[in-house]
């Protein structure tokens, strides 16, 4: 990594705070294509910081400045009600998939049977599998993102869209015949890597929230979220695979691709330009082998005709160009034997069973367990234990039992039954919710959830108990040691016995016993994670501290109270109140209390939010609408700000309402920053 000493380059001295911040928005763009696009970063993640803290702090003194396209706007703007529906200018096609070599040759001749006597080039290029997007630039600045929705109208998620950091907000200065480029529409496809997409549904799953089939339904649930503040935690990528503009002409659709590069869009990680149905074949050849190698999922190739004027003589049939066809790709999949079905008990008590099958390689890893989903998922498909089933690795990145292979029954076979008792010693019956597809074991003193409550207590994300791994819980509670939480701060009883035991001593007990104590000292928020609150994932624990600062102002909350927190929806409000109106559960946390677990926000936490406005000074003038001049004092004196009753040149800002008086006119003389009412609000609210 090339080390840039940024500060050499661009001396801060006897700069305006507004060609700083021009300077700062070039730079960080400068570094973002590099680190999003060209994987190829300039700077450290240190350097980076520090420019982009100096950009935030530059535009919180001067929010006049603040432009949509400048990068601190990535993070995400207030939430919306519902996406306003916007008309595409040209539809946005689907293409015709074939499935056969037959069927691209076919498609090959219909293209020359309308062109004849002409050279045909083809561009061969990747077909991701993720979301559709339209974005439109204009004077140069996104403007306006919209998904494909029904091909003619589609729903404007440029605010979510502006969180995707390897979109451009603003593009590179490009010249075409002398012309700039400014005004244009680019296409492609939103997606999520394999890794990313496990990495958010496995937390899913651990926060009790609805998981997803594969990357391309979280891509697209998460566009559709009304918060981009939310969109922006999911790291979504782009890829572009048209351009249209009335500024230039454009000839060919490979020479498109290399003008979006040029541009600073990410392009598809393989294009070709084909001369000849061979050089095409190749290429769907080479990638259905390698496609299990990328990091996210294609589902086929997407074949071209490049020229723009020959796509236009063959124009579009039913909604589809005449001029490209997708080739799509089999989900890859195999056939094994079913040695045996389990269940899985999660933390919440909901039941999955598991296909236990004879080792087989698919897509690149060698599968011997598959998701059976759920009772009926078995029922429906009959699948019974000894049968030869197909798993397929499709769409879905987790592999799953999709038939059997009904030649290959064993004459013995019996239907499967699903069991009625939980898997766990206590073998307690197992139920099904109305209408819920899935068996929940509802015993309080299920050991197989007590484990996982533990093990979700001790994780890294958690209270982050280094050597409370998922095998010594097990231990430890079929020992007896640990019946819940609360009893990991009670393991030092048992520290001689855990010296004994096998695989232990001396050290390793003192280690254990040493980070148990340490845990004691984690953030609140970290702790409220820790407790397994159902739907309370990480960042709604990080709210929720924030706002109620210990537990017991939490415990005492109503549903109302929960509910009117910013990002706190009902279900939420309902399991935190359910939570805390359960005996057991209140046991529990007093007794981490007793224990001396962090159940506040800490003294730097509590400052470090108070103090946002410390060392600034303001002055009020003019009637405020929507508070009083008192309130807005207090307020700005909450976060650490003074209020003043005159204009200085020390004066960080002036604000003003209707009907100012004497001290807008000082201000202005003064040179001294000016806010309106509505900047005010949004430094206080930030
Ligand atoms: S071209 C008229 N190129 O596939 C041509 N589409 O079934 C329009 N897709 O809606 C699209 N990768 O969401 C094109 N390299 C690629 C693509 C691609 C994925 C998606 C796109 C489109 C769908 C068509």
Known sequence: MTKVNIMEFFPQYNKSDEVRIIELKALINKYDNAYYIEAQPLISDREYDSLFKELKELEQKNPNLVTPDSPTQRVGSDAIKEFERIQHEKPMLSLANTYSEEEVLDFDRRVREALPNEEIKYVAELKYDGVALSLKYRNGKLDCAVTRGDGFAGDNVTENVKTIKNIPLSIADVKMNGNEIQNFEVRGEVYLTEKDFLRINQFREETGEKTYANPRNLTAGTLKLLDPKLVAQRPLKFVCYYFDSDEIKRESHFDNIKLLKQLGFPVGESVKLCNNLDEVFNFINGWESKRNELAFQIDGIVLKVDSISQQEILGTVARSPRWAIAYKYEAENAQTLLKGITLQVGRTGIITPVAELEPVFLAGSTISRATLHNADYIKERDIRIGDTVMIEKGGEVIPKVIKVVLEKRQPNS???????????????????????????????????????RIEHFASRNGMNIEGLGEKVVEQFVELGYLKNVADI??????????KNLDRWGEKSTVNLLDAIEKSKDTSFHRVLFSLGIRFIGEGSAKILAKHFKNIDKLKSATIEELNSVYEIGNKMAESVEQFFHNEKELEIVERLRTAGVNFQLKEEELVAKDMTLSGKTFVLTGELSSMSRGEAKSKIESLGGKVTATVSKNTSYVVVGDSPGSKYDKALKLGVQILNEEQLLEIINN
């Open 414 to 452: 019996v239907p499967y039954s699903f069991p009625e008792v939980c898997p766990c010693d206590l073998k307690s019956p197992i139920s099904r919710l109305e209408g819920e597809a899935s068996y929940l074991c509802t015993h309080p003193e299920c050991p197989w959830q007590i484990r996982r």
């Open 489 to 498: 701060y009670s393991l030092h009883q048992h520290s001689e016995e855990i």
